[in-house]
DNA sequence: CAAATTTATATCGTTCACGATGCAAAAGTA
DNA sequence: TACTTTTGCATCGTGAACGATATAAATTTG
């Protein structure tokens, strides 16, 4: 079969593309009664380990380019969730802080993550299993990020 | 630690999203020259296994919401990549057709699967151990169909 | 120190992704 | 057959992603 290799069957990178945005999709339940998307969700996760850093060490921890990510910004500025302050030594850089409405979701975001493992589970089964991949995924993650460059 | 869940590295769905938003980076230098994006590709997989299909099951196929391949198809007639015509029985539907030009992109896009697999070769070493993710991430989607309903 | 380069962020245009809604055709029902 | 419901697709609005480009500040270089 000449052209087998081009059957969607086939196809690592479908499945992640897949298995992506129906993981996005189950975190609807959760962060829809917050007002935020995932990826929004995403930036709070970096903001709650650390509090006010720039847009570019933000960026660099999601993988993402700053033009994603300042928009990202822009409208979590507007929902009243992050502030972002001109940097004092470097002047060029915003400086993104949490507003009391940042920090007070933490709290209500503090179980999602065992829901969602709840929800994979009740489907899915195998939690170890999914779990295996996860230095797999960060190997290729690693490897990749050297490819597209 | 509280709030030790809450931290970036303990999220699977955060991998899988950078992994596939990667993945498919790392189709651009074989996708650009074709003047096609990696979901209109997807799209050409699908109608490479089987031409002449409504757009209901692309979608089912692709995993994706007909208001999402509706204007994907559209680009892609545009483009001069397909053709979309009535259907016979069921005038309803939209039966979706290569045209010369989707076909001949067949030949050209033969090789990219193994392009891909020589990239995440290069950089991250082990087809073997990528591959076992597979049919964790078919259960995983599987699941995942179910709980986003 | 002045000019060139790099860096940090922002803006713009295009393409997804998807919830909500609309609409016409088909199918089911009274 | 008339009415209701379902189905297949399209449209609209919003929020990502990201390449290309812009801009100002910092850094390097001559």
Redesign the pocket.
């Known amino acids: 079969m000449e052209y087998e290799q081009l059957k969607l069957d086939n196809q690592l990178c479908f499945r992640l ?1 897949t298995a992506a ?2 993981t ?2 189950a975190y ?1 339940p959760y962060l829809d009664p917050l007002g935020i ?4 969700y ?1 930036v709070l996760l970096v903001l709650w380990e650390q509090d006010k850093q ?4 933000i ?1 660099h921890k999601l ?14 500025e507007k929902a009243g969730l992050v502030k ?1 302050t001109k ?1 004092k ?7 993104v802080s949490l507003t009391k409405k940042g920090i007070e979701m933490r709290e209500q975001a503090k179980h999602i993550p065992e829901c969602l493992s709840a929800d994979i589970i009740k489907n899915e089964g195998s939690v170890e299993e999914i779990s295996q991949m996860i230095p797999t995924l960060d190997k290729l993650i690693e490897g990749l990020k050297q490819t ?1 460059n």
């Open positions: 593309y945005r129906l996005m999709g609807h998307t995932y990826p929004q995403l720039p847009v570019n060490d960026a993988v993402l380019e700053t033009n994603t990510v300042t928009p990202l910004l822009q409208r979590m972002r940097g030594e470097d002047t060029r850089q915003r400086i597209n």
